[in-house]
């Protein structure tokens, strides 16, 4: 079946700790996303990339990083520079970076710092 | 700057009984308008979409939105709620441009009295 694919689900972080979060999607899509979810907030935007070797900041990249080597995967990385870093982390897609078109959800990954 | 305010950040219904959840935009166009539903520990999942081509849209699970440009607002309902309609509701709006200009409101937890 066609979707996007995150892992692990849940992952803990040690303090000092870089961890990486794994999107993998096979719907063809240009466009791939990274979303943060607090509880009790709307989603924001980490990182995003519109087209394979490219990508650009969202509006809290800071501790952050992306790489979009292939179309079908965009990898996170948690740096040690983020702050507060546990929070509901999703990845998503859509065809095309255009606005209108429908962005697809992955099941999403809890990080935990411990 | 383009916002999206929900209505309630939590709504409690009798099964059976109407739902109507509230989204309001601010917009100098007509935007692309979005409902994602989100249950627990999973991705978002895309109700509906409206794009203009009817201000009434229809989505699955028997939710419908209606666009009134003139109250700038895109409130979702359901004629019936069913207990399995218990989860997180998304109200998403997206001007003319980039994809990953879609902003998301904060949410509104839908639960359902037996």
């Known amino acids: 079946d066609g979707g996007i694919t995150q892992s692990p689900k849940y992952l803990f972080r040690k303090e000092g700790q870089n961890v990486t979060l794994s999107c993998e999607q096979n719907l063809n899509h240009d466009a791939m996303y990274w979303y943060r979810q607090d509880p009790g907030q709307g989603l924001r935007l980490i990182y995003y990339?519109?087209?394979?070797?490219?990508?650009q900041k969202g509006d809290i990249a800071e501790g952050y990083s992306v790489s979009r080597e292939k179309k079908e995967s965009f990898p996170l990385t948690v740096t040690s520079a983020q702050k507060n870093p546990t929070a509901f982390y999703l990845c998503a897609s859509s065809p095309t970076g255009y606005s209108g078109n429908t962005i697809y959800f992955g099941e999403g990954s809890w990080l935990t710092v411990v | 700057a383009q916002s999206v305010t929900q209505l309630g950040s939590h709504v409690s219904v009798s099964e059976g009984a109407l739902v109507l959840l509230r989204c309001n935009y601010s917009?100098?166009?007509?935007?692309?308008l979005f409902w994602y539903v989100q249950y627990p520990n999973q991705g978002l999942q895309l109700l509906l979409k409206y794009t203009s081509a009817a201000t009434l849209v229809k989505g699955i699970n028997g939710f419908e939105a209606e666009f009134k440009k003139s109250e700038t607002s895109f409130h979702l309902t359901k004629p019936s709620a069913h207990m399995s309609d218990a989860a997180e509701y998304f109200c998403a709006v997206s001007d003319l441009g980039s994809a990953s200009k879609i902003i998301f409101g904060s949410g509104t937890r839908l639960s359902i009295r037996p």
């Open positions: 990339s519109q087209i394979v070797n490219d990508f």
């Open positions: 917009s100098s166009v007509p935007p692309y």
